[in-house]
């Protein structure tokens, strides 16, 4: 008895001993974890679904970049995991042969972008190419003898005037860069150098890559062969007018022999990613008819391969559909869609008919918490793809029919495990305007116990024509464990609820939308929740220009942050690097010819009510939402002696938060003022 009391005791310590351990070795997600994050992504199952090969991410923290690797993993009980190979620099877009003998991968060093093969059997590699500029779309032919892909072909620059010869020696100043173009500048890359995109092909086993394509056009997207290897499919945009026309593309083919080039569709509107079905009858692509409004769903086409009998396969599903993969046997097709703020993998048959196969893809987009991830299908129809948790980024996850998903990965638990989350909660409440559903997300700080009221900071998401979800996000776990309760909506406008949600805000943005923030925020206070007298609003880009419209239409905020906004419509879009592509499908005509509708949207227009003390955030490089956008709200503020701070952040473009330490970087600053405000 005795010795029974005795083994209990011990019992009883060593646990007390082990929760105590564990409590220490958890603690709350830190700024400097971002930095050892890992991702998986672009998961390509082999042909027998044996194996998978992805991308691993992770991230440098001396050369403060992302760099990615591949690995490949076995789904057959054998636990074979291991780098594809030894090679040095980012390595990326692997796919399988049509035997699966080989993986054929892109990668990256700082003399370029080069195609290599890995051969499976011996573990060799070779590199197929020497490239002018970076491929992409790789393609293998059916027969496994080719490789297609795509890559811009430089163009010379336009010449204006013949510089006379400066002297031996003399340090002049740098000669003008001039453009004649429409688009000629791109956020994240800047100034893009003149040339056209073209379709080539190489042999599996190196050589000379051949042009297909000629013109002076882009052609791209992603690539089909057709059975025979005759034909490549793509998508491109011919017309004479192409670069005003910039909303349309059509399907063509170029035939690998001649270089002749067919034409598929022609209507008003974007048809692109084509791809033949295994049997050669029919061949699936995604478009729609343009309407010119602020949202339009993206539907699956279906056409034979003639080019005729073509119809909308997906006519009666209200989402918009991407990632179409062919099921082996030629009679339905896999695909990924929003739905509700989730991302999901459906199947579709030739009748239409569509069927949830997985409802948890995504996990690749560590900043914020946008719908992201990716997947493939193997012969006989197992589903690799990227698992979205709210806790961490993206695993590799594996289905089967008839199955529940397994998880394969684990690049992430070394650190997640030994960290206590914020817990990502759904809500749903009415819009006060219309009475519509409106659906949000809460993520509670760690160790949050019900009936606390914190502090509230409302993070707005950006687009505005795109959608949260129930995914790991860096920033807004790091802003749980400063103690905020978080909460993100999907005001109107979002996507994943259907054309007319999202077409809401066409010719009325913002609009109605602030309103189904502010009832969001009304109904966190209604259930105890949030604390009504610690508010506090942030966000980035589409969410800046919320944020800074909410300061402008009340004062319940203590503090705000307005990253990367638009504050002037007029400026922004005359300057942006996008400037050619709102009038019409945003607000009616140019603005020179509705300057009154333009203005009236403009957050800055607001500025004179703004009572709230307000950081502004942008990054220098930003095209998307030039640095003057951000100055117009701090410098009105500073006239009118309204507390404020300008953070303006070297070499980050609209992506602030692509490199890691401006990740940190924002996510500080934006705390430090908000504490001020507490």
């Known amino acids: 008895m005795q010795t029974n009391f005795r083994l209990y005791s011990f019992i009883v310590v060593f646990l007390l001993f082990s929760f105590q351990l564990s409590a220490q070795l958890q603690k709350n997600f830190e700024a400097l974890d971002v930095f050892q994050l890992e991702y998986t992504g672009d998961p390509q199952i082999s042909p027998d679904g044996d194996y998978i090969v992805y991308r691993r991410t992770g991230f440098d923290i001396m050369k403060d970049r992302s760099k990615g690797n591949l690995w490949i993993l076995s789904t057959d009980g054998r636990k074979i995991h291991h780098k594809l190979s030894t090679r040095e620099g980012s390595e990326g877009s692997a796919r399988w042969s049509p035997s699966g003998d080989r993986i054929a991968f892109v990668s990256s060093t700082d003399e370029g972008s080069e195609i290599y093969l890995y051969w499976t059997s011996t573990g060799a590699i070779a590199k197929l190419s020497q490239l002018e500029n970076s491929p992409s779309a790789i393609t293998w032919s059916p027969d496994g003898t080719k490789i297609a892909f795509s890559m811009k072909v430089n163009e010379k620059p336009p010449v204006i005037a013949k510089m006379p010869s400066k002297p031996k020696d003399a340090k002049w100043a740098e000669a003008p860069r001039i453009t004649d173009r429409l688009k000629h500048e791109a956020d994240g890359t800047g100034y893009l150098k003149p040339g056209f995109r073209h379709i080539f092909v190489i042999p599996s086993e190196g050589g000379t890559p051949r042009q297909l394509t000629s013109g002076n056009f882009n052609h791209g997207g992603n690539l089909s062969w057709s059975p025979n290897g005759q034909l490549i499919y793509f998508s491109a945009n011919r017309n004479e007018d192409w670069e005003y026309d910039f909303r349309n593309s059509e399907i063509y083919s170029v035939n690998t022999n001649t270089g002749v080039i067919n034409t598929h569709t022609d209507r008003n509107g974007p048809d692109r990613s084509p791809k ?29 391969a003639n080019g005729t009998n073509k119809r909308v396969l997906s006519s009666g599903f209200d989402r918009s559909i991407s990632n179409v993969t062919w099921s082996k046997d030629s009679k339905g097709l896999y695909f990924k869609y929003n739905d509700l703020g989730v991302t999901k993998i459906g199947y579709i048959n030739l009748k239409g008919k569509v069927t949830d196969v997985v409802n948890n893809v995504g996990g690749t987009t560590l900043g914020r918490p946008y719908s992201s991830g990716s997947f493939s299908v193997s012969n006989q129809g197992k589903i690799a793809y990227t698992i979205s948790r ?6 590799v996850a594996i289905v089967e029919k008839g199955s529940k998903p397994e998880v394969l990965t684990g690049v992430n638990d070394d650190l997640i495990n030994y960290r206590n989350m914020g817990t990502v909660e759904e809500i749903w409440y009415k819009s006060s305007v219309d009475g519509r559903d409106i659906q949000g997300w809460i993520v509670y700080p760690p160790n949050y116990k019900k009936g606390d009221k914190a502090p509230l900071l409302v993070e707005n ?11 790991f996000s860096a920033e807004i ?58 508010l506090y609003v942030t966000g980035g880009s589409a969410g800046g220009i919320m944020t800074a419209w909410i300061i402008g239409k009340n004062n319940r905020f203590k503090a705000a942050v307005v990253a990367k906004p638009v504050m002037n419509w007029i400026s922004k879009t005359l300057v942006a690097d996008n400037y050619y592509g709102y009038a019409n499908s945003r607000y009616p005509g140019q603005p020179w010819e509705n300057f009154e509708n333009y203005w009236k949207f403009s957050p800055i227009s607001l500025v004179g009510n703004v009572e709230t003390p307000t950081m502004v955030m942008v990054g220098m490089n930003d095209l998307r939402t030039p640095p003057s956008e951000a100055k117009q709200l701090y410098h009105a503020l500073k006239l009118r002696k309204i507390e404020t701070v300008l953070v303006e952040i070297p070499e980050a473009s609209h992506g602030i938060a692509s490199r890691p330490s401006n990740l940190i970087t924002k996510v500080a600053h934006t705390l430090a003022w908000l504490e001020k405000y507490k």
């Not at 709210?390 to 695993?395: F, G, I, L, S």
């Not at 950006?462 to 995914?471: F, M, T």
């Open 461 to 471: 998401h950006g687009g505005p024509i795109l959608n949260y979800g129930p995914h």
């Open 390 to 395: 709210t806790d961490r980024p993206a695993d």
């Open 477 to 534: 776990q790091l802003y749980a464990a400063a103690g905020y309760v978080v909460f993100y909506p999907n005001p109107r406008g979002s996507t994943s609820y259907g054309e007319e949600f999202g077409n809401l805000l066409f010719n009325n943005y913002p609009g109605e939308d602030y309103n189904d923030v502010m009832d969001g925020v009304d109904e966190l206070i209604k259930k105890g929740i949030a604390n009504e007298d610690q």
């Open 276 to 304: 033949v079905s295994p049997n050669g009858k029919y061949i699936a692509y995604l478009g729609f008819e343009d309407k010119v409004q602020a949202y339009q769903i993206t539907q699956l086409q279906l056409m034979d």
